[in-house]
């Protein structure tokens, strides 16, 4: 450990010596288990199979997700979670504008989020999903009398009672190493879990109705062309020519195509962007900031293949086991080591630039030709999955 990072850690250590373990989940059921997540919305849904693997241990206890106000529609409908608790903490997203030490100080004492919190009287148990000091210092104002954490990340350990150390593994895993930690053992898929209602799968089974080409099989296609970090999006005119080129390609097999750009208010330029660039004639639809974010969950479960950049979509499309092809590039330079924490086992595949004999990349971003390869070969892959009608499944990817 740094000395940056001792200097931080020894104040945690020295606050948990007045919040010694109270509680032991070993030996006793918990009443209520907090599991802290207030981060980006990726960060999220892969964490969401650890509700799952906690109920089963802990069939009586209430499962409470503390996390950032604009995650609640990933937990919406989840039959594992009893209690959703809004804490917009200003660390360890994008969503946060102000995460400067002053502002974390300032939360952690005087949030009114958290002065709700501790006015009940604290929680048996809690895991800081993230593995931080400053999620350490959280547990301990809310009066967790069993905390759990990461060792190796941003700290807080010291202020735990048990930790997972932190390795580069799938990120879904991980989190379930720390219901592992509890006791759990009937562990779910390392796999994204979002639960429809039938009204929702009705709006998106209609949506897509009107792009659907009569007496033709119609690849129903969800792009996303934005991410959270603008160095990690492909450019929009590059995004839209390989929309052309996959809208050509199903043409020229006979079927036609109905694409749809989605995401939030910020990708509208990006979603008008890459539609110009796909040149009139492209059946191209945007929905960027037009539609709920569950009505984005619905489209890509009712679709045949999504290409994403880096980003939620990524993860919304591998909770309904949906063929994804992620272009990476830009900021992310080592393709092997992201899809290795992010990336999943199947239906899913990435595109990343070419790489010269000494192993460095070519260009920024990977060539069109090959991601549109790659996004037909996928739908062929796994044409099963969806024989010509929209998907029935009920529930998650679990």
């Given at each position: 450990?740094?000395?940056?990072?001792?200097?931080?850690?020894?104040?945690?250590?020295?606050?948990?010596?007045f919040?010694?373990?109270?509680?032991?989940?070993?030996r006793d059921?918990?009443?209520?288990?907090?599991?802290?997540?207030?981060?980006?919305?990726?960060?999220?849904?892969?964490?969401?199979?650890?509700?799952?693997?906690?109920?089963?241990r802990?069939?009586?206890?209430?499962?409470?997700?503390?996390?950032?106000?604009?995650?609640?529609?990933?937990?919406?409908?989840?039959?594992?979670?009893?209690?959703?608790?809004?804490?917009?903490?200003?660390?360890?997203?994008?969503?946060?504008?102000?995460?400067?030490?002053?502002?974390?100080?300032?939360?952690?004492?005087?949030?009114p989020?958290?002065?709700?919190?501790?006015?009940?009287?604290?929680?048996?148990?809690?895991?800081?999903?993230?593995?931080?000091?400053?999620?350490?210092?959280?547990?301990?104002?809310?009066?967790?009398?069993?905390?759990?954490?990461v060792?190796?990340?941003?700290?807080?350990?010291?202020?735990?009672?048990a930790?997972?150390?932190?390795?580069?593994?799938?990120?879904?895993?991980?989190?379930?190493?720390?219901?592992?930690?509890?006791?759990?053992?009937d562990l779910?898929?390392?796999?994204?879990?979002l639960?429809?209602?039938?009204?929702?799968?009705?709006?998106?089974?209609?949506?897509w109705?009107?792009?659907?080409?009569?007496?033709?099989?119609?690849?129903?296609?969800?792009?996303?062309?934005?991410?959270?970090?603008?160095?990690?999006?492909?450019?929009?005119?590059e995004?839209?020519?390989?929309?052309?080129?996959i809208?050509?390609?199903?043409?020229?097999?006979g079927?036609?195509?109905?694409?749809?750009?989605?995401?939030s208010?910020?990708d509208?330029?990006?979603?008008?962007?890459?539609?110009?660039?796909?040149?009139?004639?492209?059946?191209?639809?945007?929905?960027?900031?037009?539609?709920?974010?569950?009505?984005?969950?619905?489209?890509?479960?009712?679709?045949?293949?999504?290409?994403?950049?880096s980003?939620?979509?990524?993860?919304?499309?591998?909770?309904?086991?949906?063929?994804?092809?992620?272009?990476?590039?830009?900021?992310?330079?080592?393709?092997?080591?992201?899809?290795?924490?992010?990336?999943?086992?199947?239906?899913y595949?990435?595109?990343?630039?070419?790489?010269s004999?000494?192993?460095?990349?070519?260009?920024?971003?990977?060539?069109?030709?090959?991601?549109?390869?790659?996004?037909?070969?996928?739908?062929?892959?796994?044409?099963?999955?969806?024989?010509?009608?929209?998907?029935?499944?009920?529930?998650?990817?679990?």
């Amino acid at each position: 450990m740094g000395w940056k990072n001792q200097l931080i850690e020894t104040p945690v250590w020295l606050m948990s010596r007045f919040y010694p373990p109270r509680f032991d989940p070993l030996r006793d059921t918990p009443r209520e288990i907090l599991v802290l997540r207030p981060n980006d919305f990726g960060e999220l849904l892969t964490t969401t199979p650890l509700f799952d693997a906690l109920r089963k241990r802990f069939p009586s206890t209430r499962l409470i997700a503390g996390i950032g106000s604009w995650g609640r529609p990933i937990l919406e409908n989840n039959p594992y979670v009893d209690e959703i608790v809004e804490l917009d903490a200003p660390w360890n997203n994008k969503i946060v504008a102000d995460r400067s030490h002053k502002n974390v100080l300032r939360f952690l004492w005087s949030s009114p989020q958290v002065a709700a919190l501790r006015a009940r009287g604290g929680f048996d148990v809690a895991i800081d999903v993230l593995g931080s000091y400053m999620g350490a210092i959280l547990m301990m104002r809310l009066g967790a009398r069993y905390r759990i954490g990461v060792r190796g990340y941003r700290g807080g350990d010291s202020g735990c009672q048990a930790h997972v150390v932190y390795a580069r593994r799938q990120c879904g895993r991980a989190a379930l190493a720390q219901g592992e930690l509890l006791g759990a053992t009937d562990l779910p898929e390392a796999r994204p879990q979002l639960f429809l209602t039938d009204d929702e799968r009705a709006d998106a089974a209609q949506r897509w109705a009107s792009g659907t080409v009569a007496g033709r099989r119609t690849v129903r296609v969800v792009a996303g062309v934005g991410a959270g970090v603008a160095a990690k999006a492909w450019p929009a005119r590059e995004a839209g020519a390989a929309l052309a080129q996959i809208a050509q390609a199903f043409e020229q097999n006979g079927s036609a195509c109905d694409i749809v750009i989605v995401g939030s208010t910020a990708d509208r330029a990006r979603a008008a962007e890459a539609i110009a660039a796909a040149g009139p004639g492209v059946a191209i639809r945007s929905l960027a900031g037009d539609v709920p974010m569950r009505s984005t969950f619905a489209l890509v479960e009712q679709a045949d293949v999504v290409l994403t950049n880096s980003t939620m979509l990524m993860h919304v499309a591998a909770a309904f086991r949906r063929p994804t092809v992620a272009v990476l590039g830009g900021s992310i330079t080592k393709p092997d080591v992201h899809d290795a924490i992010w990336g999943y086992p199947a239906h899913y595949v990435s595109v990343a630039p070419e790489r010269s004999a000494q192993g460095e990349r070519r260009e920024e971003w990977p060539a069109v030709g090959r991601v549109v390869e790659a996004l037909v070969q996928a739908v062929a892959a796994h044409e099963p999955d969806k024989p010509g009608a929209p998907h029935t499944q009920l529930g998650a990817a679990a």
